[in-house]
């Protein structure tokens, strides 16, 4: 049983569509996050919720649009796709905790969703 | 904004050869994580690191956090071809939910 779930896998599309990439995780976290990287493996966050409630929310470009119905699940959405939105994005979850070393989350990311814009 | 950068960002060793990545952030923090992400792979979690001065051992694997909990370091022994792979830190401030990843060192490992 996958912990954390991302489709689809891999997505090849046109300039200018629309798309949508779904993640759910089976590990009762209440944090999940959004990272894109690059073709030179740069990992940086896009997003994050908690508990519903989004809590990072990086310089992106407004045609991305993340939803989270639930802790469970988070949902990338892209409008007007352009060629530099070619990467990898990555969901990962984690359980918040706070304390002495302000506040700790180990991130157990998905196998990642490969978008391709032609 | 906060940066953590890596050195290097390629290494290739023999195998049986030892490797050092290092991590440095232009703000200091509150704790530091470990990933190492196989080619084709994802992240995975493999240390956290939250006292100044701290040191884990993980079987051939030495991880390192700086005393002013700027920087950090992972040494790996004896290296094998198992071992390849994108190693990332990650590095949070207090008061935040953000971790902010390296730039990554890669590193191949030649039988």
């Known amino acids: 049983d996958t912990a954390v779930s991302q489709t689809p896998k891999y997505l090849v599309t046109q300039m200018g569509n629309d798309k949508s990439i779904k993640c759910e995780q089976n590990l009762g976290h209440d944090t999940m996050y959004w990272y894109k990287q690059d073709s030179k493996k740069f990992l940086k966050i896009m997003f994050s919720y908690n508990n519903k409630e989004l809590i990072i929310n990086e310089t992106v470009p407004n045609r991305f649009s993340p939803k989270s119905p639930d802790k469970a699940h988070l949902n990338l959405h892209i409008n007007s796709l352009e060629l530099g939105d070619s990467a990898v994005y990555f969901c990962a979850s984690s359980q918040w905790t706070s304390g002495r070393a302000g506040g700790a989350n180990v991130l157990t990311f998905g196998a990642g969703s490969r978008l391709t814009v032609l | 904004g906060q940066q953590v950068m890596q050195i290097p960002q390629y290494q290739h060793v023999q195998e049986g050869e030892d490797f050092t990545t290092y991590c440095n952030s232009s703000?200091?923090?509150?704790?530091i994580q470990w990933y190492k992400q196989r080619p084709g792979g994802h992240p995975v979690f493999l240390i956290q690191?939250?006292?100044?001065?701290e040191v884990k051992k993980q079987k051939r694997l030495t991880f390192q956090f700086g005393e002013a909990k700027k920087n950090s370091s992972l040494h790996i022994t004896a290296t094998q071809t198992t071992d390849v792979g994108t190693y990332f830190c990650?590095?949070?401030?207090?008061?935040?939910?953000?971790?902010?990843f390296g730039t990554g060192t890669r590193l191949k490992v030649l039988a």
């Open positions: 703000t200091t923090l509150s704790n």
């Open positions: 990650a590095g949070k401030t207090s008061g935040t939910y953000k971790y902010i």
């Open positions: 690191l939250v006292k100044s001065g």
